[in-house]
């Protein structure tokens, strides 16, 4: 599944990152505590969260994760955009809940990672 799959599955607008639709996603991880992604194994995943701070880009960031959704029609702020787009994150939002969302890509084939421990 790309990135792009996923935008069009969630009727996601794109915020940052627009040039890396392209990019393949192998698993994902839905969860509003940076603490629980932390133990998320890295492999080309999607953060889906509510959580909208500086702390869930560098989160991405720390996980290699190629794709952060918010979710609830979450914006973040320029100075959140300008951090992805230098990282080369995509950002997506929806106005989907974050149940709905993970429901969405699960029916659609994408699967949660392996936890570490």
Do not use: W
Request: aromatic letters at 4%; hydrophobic letters at 45%; proline letters at 2%.
């Amino acid at each position: 599944m790309t990135v792009q799959d996923i935008k069009e599955i969630l009727n996601a607008k794109v915020l940052a990152g627009a040039d890396f639709l392209d990019r393949e996603v192998h698993s994902a991880c839905g969860s509003d505590m940076m603490s629980d992604v932390l133990a998320f194994v890295k492999d080309q995943s999607v953060l889906i969260t509510g959580l909208c701070n500086p702390q869930a880009i560098r989160t991405a960031e720390m996980m290699d994760i190629v794709c952060l959704i918010f979710v609830r029609g979450k914006a973040p702020d320029e100075n959140m955009l300008s951090m992805a787009e230098d990282r080369e994150l995509v950002v997506l939002s929806t106005d989907m809940t974050m149940f709905t969302a993970c429901g969405m890509l699960y029916d659609a084939g994408l699967r949660g990672g392996t936890s570490i421990g």
